[in-house]
């Protein structure tokens, strides 16, 4: 059965249609790829999912109810977590608060909100140590978010995601920017979260992608192009021609 | 367990009415707890509001009414003094946090030049330029507060309770929570957050604050000038919050000693005692964004980055 279906997704910004008609289905527990050039609209399509932008046309159905146009507070409880492509984390926080901040606004009960002290949330420490220790960064806990590496932001990035126990994660090209001895762990970490969750992953690295994804869409201009397996895309003749750049099937 | 903060705040309450003039050093903690309140915006949200008189002035003003013309408990004048802050401020709120910066700043102080214009035409009730004079400052419990010691110890008592409070609100998720909107709104609203509404929410208890000391202020005074809901004092209390530190919680207490001490003090001497005040902002907006808190800090840092030297010119010896 799939956790999240678009039908139809459409969103454009005056005469540019960034998302065109994209109908597609993420089946619960799968590690789902999507792939295309720089500009095809991933991250916009993205965006729709978590409510960051209203789609001009189109459903999105996650779970069984159409949650097109939901404002993004609100798709964050239904269990949608994402993490963002360029970095968005609190800065002068500590690592700490950060995730413990994704975690409480899942919490099932607000109460205690404006009276009882954060560090009296025993269960939720403990889930906002689990998604560092996730990570590795149980052991920088108390800096501040701002002093840690681009590489260690990456991950506090994705352990914030983790943090808000999602039902569905998004991650937004997790190894952005990162060096090659980054992107190997930053690899190694989705890995583990495979299974686990049902993912949705947008990412450049062609290798990284066809080595461990279940299912793989392919975005061109808005649309998309082609979709199925690893080995199916790999022999796609058309996403060859738009993407891949002639990279001969192994 | 109490922390050497707040010890040092009990040892100000004690021994500022020895050293300084009773009606100044019940002005400062009066201020101070207006500070606390415009700092849950300023510091922990991030939100500029240069409307806080808004609050302070209504219920000023609602306040004076109810004490001049009926025999209403004091305790009950300041509660609703309280929720006339709050209420004033939940209207404002929500149109202010519709918007985010520039507009944001200029809406607040907008709505507040409404407010002023309506207290300075509506002089049956508020007296316009006159103010409303006249105000009374009946028993508190069978306490007589006329004596300005007395009235000193009650403002004092509440200021600490005020603080209190300000302590929990910000050591709560809610004081995360706003922190995590000042530093980055779209992830706050992505991880879940209702910003608008918890923009909303500080707010409000800001302006309750603000309300609590529009009252304080009015019964110190026996009067409520027109300039207590004027932008000058809004703008006073974002000038004392910064010249503090609006980053720590004690940042506004400090910038309110050091604002209503010098007003009060220096004025008496120089007429133009603003400029000096300019001076110590510029200085703080150049050097020590974080205010006096934030000098404060340095210059121990500085002292104990010194100290090793020192004990090694000394060992030769």
């Known amino acids: 059965m799939p956790l999240v279906r678009t039908e139809g997704l459409t969103k454009a910004f005056g005469a540019l249609t960034a998302v065109n008609a994209v109908t597609l289905e993420v089946q619960e527990g799968a590690l789902h790829s999507v792939i295309g050039p720089n500009g095809a609209g991933k991250t916009t399509f993205f965006n729709l999912l978590t409510g960051q932008l209203a789609p001009t046309a189109g459903r999105i159905v996650f779970d069984g109810r159409d949650i097109a146009g939901t404002p993004p507070h609100k798709i964050a409880h239904l269990g949608i977590a994402r993490s963002f492509q360029r970095t968005s984390i609190f800065p002068t926080l500590s690592i700490a608060d950060n995730v413990w901040l994704a975690a409480f606004a899942r919490h099932d009960s607000w109460r205690g909100l404006a009276w009882r002290r954060a560090d009296r949330y025993p269960e939720l420490l403990e889930r906002a140590q689990a998604a560092l220790g996730e990570v590795g960064l149980a052991d920088k806990a108390g800096q501040p978010a701002r002093e840690i590496s681009h590489g260690e932001q990456r991950q506090l990035e994705l352990a914030i995601a983790l943090a808000a126990a999602p039902r569905l994660l998004l991650l937004d090209e997790p190894a952005a920017g990162l060096s090659p001895d980054e992107t190997q762990k930053m690899v190694g970490l989705v890995r583990k979260l495979k299974g686990r969750y049902t993912i949705v992953l947008i990412e450049h690295k062609i290798g990284v992608v066809m080595s461990m994804s279940d299912r793989i869409s392919v975005m061109h201009f808005g649309s998309v192009i082609a979709e199925g397996t690893p080995a199916e895309i790999q022999r796609d003749a058309e996403v060859r021609r738009a993407y891949l750049g002639g990279i001969a099937p192994p | ?317």
């Open chain 2, 1 to 317: 367990m109490m922390s050497k903060a707040w010890l040092t705040v009990l040892a100000a309450v004690v021994l500022l009415p020895v050293f300084v003039r009773h009606a100044i050093a019940t002005e400062i903690w009066i201020f101070a707890i207006f500070g606390l309140g415009l700092n849950l915006l300023l510091g922990y949200t991030g939100l500029l509001s240069f409307g806080q008189a808004t609050f302070f002035g209504s219920a000023g003003y609602v306040a004076g009414y109810l004490l001049k013309h009926s025999a209403v408990n004091v305790l009950l004048v300041l509660a609703i003094g309280v929720v006339v802050g709050a209420v004033t401020a939940a209207a404002v709120g929500y149109l202010c946090v519709q918007r985010a910066g520039l507009y944001f700043i200029m809406l607040t102080f907008a709505l507040n030049q409404m407010f002023y214009f309506t207290a300075y035409q509506w002089t049956t009730v508020t007296g316009g330029e006159d103010g409303m004079p006249g105000i009374p400052r009946p028993n508190v419990l069978g306490v007589d507060i006329h004596p300005p010691l007395a009235y000193y110890a009650l403002v004092a008592a509440l200021f600490l309770l005020s603080l209190w409070v300000m302590k929990r609100l910000v050591e709560s998720p809610l004081g995360k929570i706003l922190q995590a909107i000042r530093e980055n709104e779209p992830r706050a609203e992505a991880l879940g957050y209702d910003v608008a509404r918890l923009k909303l929410a500080a707010f409000v208890i800001g302006g309750a604050f603000s309300g609590l000391a529009g009252v304080l202020y009015a019964m110190l005074f026996g009067i409520v000038p027109l300039e207590s809901i004027g932008f000058v004092f809004s703008g006073n209390v974002v000038f004392a919050t910064l010249i503090g530190g609006s980053g720590s919680l004690y940042g506004p207490v400090i910038g309110s000693f050091v604002f209503i001490w010098l007003s009060e003090s220096v004025s008496a001497m120089w007429a133009r005692w603003p400029l000096l005040l300019g001076v110590a902002f510029v200085i703080v907006v150049l050097f020590f964004r974080g205010g006096v808190v934030e000098a404060w800090g340095r210059f121990w840092a500085w002292r104990a980055a010194r100290r090793p030297a020192t004990v090694q010119t000394d060992a030769p010896r």
